[in-house]
């Protein structure tokens, strides 16, 4: 109801401004235009939405708020436009004004969506009409030499929502794979890799990464253990910082074969990125310390260029720094992430030039991007309006309530989780089947289950508040009753069989023959026409779990829909107006599961 509340809340607005004109006016040279409240109803028996903007009122104006409101009202009344969007206002408590749309505009809007791709979603442009400004989301980031683990899964499914969300609304969006690919560790894995698999660098594929995160903790033993070993790999990490050819190839074949396996998560996930490795940003980083030396913020510390924080502090009541070049004068994780930032929001060809740029990351490193935040700020690197967001999120734990582990301890492979979620929707899917009496091909039995497993998997994490540690349970993501993929998916599985029976409703549907007379189909529209708000919600605040909660509410108020109102039983006239609330149901859940990285299935 997006458009519908626009133009409601531009009504009331100007009722405002005609039932008290001196007051409008002083609030608008006050740079704070007077603000009608106006919001979705609480319940539904007072209607679709309330204005509440009467209460804050009655000070400066020196008048009860019900007066107020019934001023507001009689200039509502007086308006057209109003009298053929909504019913008779009505006035309750000190001063809410209960407003309740039009039968026939409401059936007007269900019309059009069902014409419309885009269910009434509307894209977004830029200043004057020109395109939107890029937005930068960046997310996953694993780094080389290790395999995904359990703790790349919300990064990676959180991250690819939030793109698909802003590109649906018209966003140009470069998903960014900020991939740890550069530091003193390749020194480490270099020098291994020349030592014990010299092949490696004249042999392709001579590594694999199975054999690599072992190597990887092979490597890191002999660093901890030989003082030797240590020496030689600090004198590598001068070799490629410097352009060593050997080195650089070896370097290269780590990155190679750790970027193959990512990609074979990531097709699997149905997920689009585009690598850009902490390397990409280290021609930049000198430049970072001499805008910075440039701007008056570089102080030097025991040796260190750092920048003080404002307003944070340590346990010694001290201001924190934030260093930028350490000691022996190389750089660190805080100067990348301000070289990128940098370049993410100059503008091209220099640089992104974007105007949003959103960092999917634990909520562990809350305080690393706080800080740097501040110093790109000072800086002047972040461009007036444009937007710098952390969006963090909570751990993924066990049972127990603690950090997902194996029963070895070791962290989950993300490979082994995805392959265990498809085989537990495979058994599950073979059960019912067997229950059924239903026999179906091995093809259709490994496509449903692969759908099935891996849409729970993403919609367990996308379902939880991303802020939160969520619990991860298979038995609970995999059954087919409650905030679900599987229920989610049964609820468009049951309407296309309503299809398969004779009610598919083909081709464009006037409103005017449109007829709803049963609460349980008001309940319905209304909850449709919710999804472009919704939608609009979600790039906001970036918070996923408000479309799973919006889809489950759908489903729900679909099957009481259903179960208590006769759709291929009903008369004419009621079966084509059924029909259509069955079609913008089923197509209203595919686009939000695919806003999710959710594909749907037409049988299960």
Avoid at 7 to 35: C, H, I, K, N, T
Avoid at 163 to 189: K, S
Avoid at 454 to 473: E, H, M, P, W
Wanted: proline share 6%; charged share 25%.
């Amino acid at each position: 109801m997006l458009r519908l509340a626009q133009a409601l809340e531009a009504q009331l607005a100007a009722a405002l401004e005609r039932a008290f004109p001196e007051a409008a006016a002083a609030a608008r040279s006050a740079g704070s235009p007077l603000d009608p409240q106006l919001a979705p109803a609480s319940k539904p028996e007072f209607g679709d939405f309330q204005a509440n903007g009467a209460l804050p009122l009655a000070r400066p104006l020196k008048q009860p708020p019900r007066a107020i409101a019934t001023a507001i009202v009689a200039q509502l009344q007086a308006d057209p436009a109003f009298a053929e969007l909504c019913a008779e206002p009505q006035i309750a408590g000190p001063g809410f004004i209960n407003l309740t749309l039009r039968p026939q505009r409401l059936a007007a809007e269900v019309a059009e969506r069902l014409g419309d791709p885009r269910l009434g979603v509307p894209r977004v442009q830029g200043p004057g009409g020109k395109a939107p400004a890029p937005v930068v989301v960046d997310f996953s980031s694993p780094n080389i030499a290790k395999e995904m683990h359990v703790g790349h899964l919300r990064s990676t499914i959180i991250g690819d929502a939030l793109a698909r969300v802003l590109e649906f609304r018209g966003h140009p969006v470069l998903r960014l794979n900020h991939v740890g690919d550069w530091g003193t560790q390749f020194g480490m894995l270099i020098t291994h890799l020349k030592q014990v698999a010299p092949e490696a660098l004249t042999t392709a594929d001579a590594v694999d990464l199975g054999d690599l995160v072992a190597f990887y903790r092979e490597a890191k033993k002999r660093f901890d253990e030989d003082e030797a070993f240590q020496a030689i790999a600090r004198e590598e990490v001068v070799k490629l910082q410097g352009g060593d050819p050997v080195s650089l190839k070896a370097w290269g074949l780590l990155c190679d074969q750790s970027r193959r396996e990512f990609q074979k998560i990531y097709d699997r996930l149905d997920i689009q990125l585009r690598e850009r490795g902490e390397s990409f940003y280290n021609p930049y980083l000198e430049a970072v310390v001499a805008d910075l030396e440039a701007a008056g913020l570089l102080v030097t510390d025991a040796g260190a260029r750092c920048v003080f924080l404002e307003g944070v502090s340590g346990k010694d009541g001290q201001p924190l720094p934030v260093i930028v070049q350490k000691s022996d004068g190389g750089f660190n994780y805080a100067t990348t992430d301000l070289a990128a930032i940098r370049y993410r929001f100059a503008p091209p060809p220099v640089g992104d030039g974007a105007r949003r740029v959103i960092y999917v990351t634990d909520a562990g490193q809350a305080g690393h991007f706080a800080g740097v935040f501040q110093v790109a700020r000072r800086a002047a690197w972040v461009p007036q309006g444009a937007r710098l967001e952390h969006v963090p999120f909570g751990l993924v734990q066990g049972d127990d309530g603690k950090k997902l582990k194996t029963r070895a301890g070791d962290t989950v492979r993300l490979r082994d989780l995805l392959d265990e979620a498809v085989e537990r929707a495979e058994a599950d899917l073979r059960r019912r089947l067997e229950e059924e009496g239903r026999s179906e091909d091995e093809a259709f039995i490994a496509h449903v289950a692969t759908t099935v497993g891996l849409a729970a998997v993403k919609y367990a994490d996308l379902s939880q508040n991303r802020i939160t540690n969520y619990q991860f349970s298979f038995d609970r993501m995999l059954a087919l009753q409650g905030n679900t993929a599987p229920y989610l998916l049964y609820a468009v599985v049951r309407i296309a069989g309503i299809a398969r029976k004779g009610g598919d409703l083909e081709g464009a549907v006037e409103a005017s023959s449109l007829r709803f007379n049963e609460p349980q189909e008001w309940a319905l529209v209304r909850e449709l026409l919710k999804f472009d708000a919704v939608v609009a919600e979600v790039e906001e605040e970036l918070l996923p779990n408000r479309l799973c909660s919006y889809l489950f509410e759908l489903s729900q108020v679909f099957n009481r829909f259903y179960d208590q109102v006769p759709v291929l039983k009903a008369d004419p006239e009621a079966r084509l107006s059924r029909l259509a609330l069955c079609r913008l149901t089923a197509d209203t859940l595919r686009l939000g599961l695919g806003l999710l990285g959710i594909p749907t299935l037409e049988r299960m």
